[in-house]
Nanobody, 115 residues
Framework: QVQLVESGGGLVQPGGSLRLSCAAS????????VNWYRQAPGKQRDRVAI???????NYADSVKGRFTISKDNAKNTVYLQMNNLKPEDTAVYYC?????????WGNGTLVTVSS
């Protein structure tokens, strides 16, 4: 059974940084595409970053140049390094992967950017 567990969220001031982690069990991230999504209060869940099995990456325009997605295959963990955070980055962040046509989600980690 695939399980994803996010961690690393918290309260940070504008301009600060956080690194989110998504640890997987029951599957190997090395061969899968993994996404980070976020959902702000009252808004839809949007993808912010993606990393493929071949380590290609892509980002939403709103985070390009500030966020970096990476993967540690030995730890079976995907990271989202978030720099120069803005109040509009406040959201619950989720990691997601699809394996054999089934989508798996973690429970999310809350990021609050506020002074």
């Amino acid at each position: 059974q695939v399980q994803l567990v996010e961690s690393g969220g918290g309260l940070v001031q504008p301009g600060g940084s956080l690194r989110l982690s998504c640890a997987a069990s029951g599957t190997q991230f090395s061969i899968l595409t993994v996404n980070w999504y976020r959902q702000a209060p009252g808004k839809q869940r949007d993808r912010v970053a993606i990393i493929t099995g071949s380590d290609s990456t892509n980002y939403a325009d709103s985070v390009k140049g500030r966020f970096t997605i990476s993967k540690d295959n030995a730890k079976n963990t995907v990271y989202l390094q978030m720099n120069n955070l803005k109040p509009e980055d406040t959201a619950v962040y989720y990691c997601n992967t699809i394996r054999y046509g089934i989508a798996y989600w973690g429970n999310g980690t809350l990021v609050t950017v506020s002074s």
